[in-house]
Nanobody
């Protein structure tokens, strides 16, 4: 059974940092692309990053230079290091996996999300 479990969300002041984790089970990173997304209630889900099975990561302009993806294959865990957080980064953050390419509507598996609140 494929599972993705996010953790690490919480409350942080603007300018601060958080590191989110996405623990995966039931599949290998070698076969899937992993994406990080976020969603604010009432708004569309926003794609933030996509790491292909080759390890290359794409970053959305909204987070480029502030967010960094890393992974620990031994732990089957992907991390999202978020620095210089802004109030507008407040959202529920999700990781997801796909055998194809990362799109908000095309991921095969989703975690349940972890909330991030950035106080201004």
């Amino acid at each position: 059974e494929v599972q993705l479990v996010e953790s690490g969300g919480g409350l942080v002041q603007a300018g601060g940092s958080l590191r989110l984790s996405c623990a995966a089970s039931g599949f290998s990173f070698d076969d899937y692309a992993i994406g990080w997304f976020r969603q604010v209630p009432g708004k569309e889900r926003e794609g933030l990053t996509c790491t292909g099975s080759d390890g290359q990561t794409f970053y959305a302009d909204s987070v480029k230079g502030r967010f960094t993806v890393s992974s620990d294959n031994a732990k089957n865990t992907v991390y999202l290091q978020m620095n210089t957080l802004k109030h507008e980064d407040t959202a529920v953050y999700y990781c997801a996996a796909t055998e194809a390419i990362c799109t908000a509507d095309g991921m095969d598996y989703w975690g349940k999300g972890t909330p991030v609140t950035v106080s201004s």
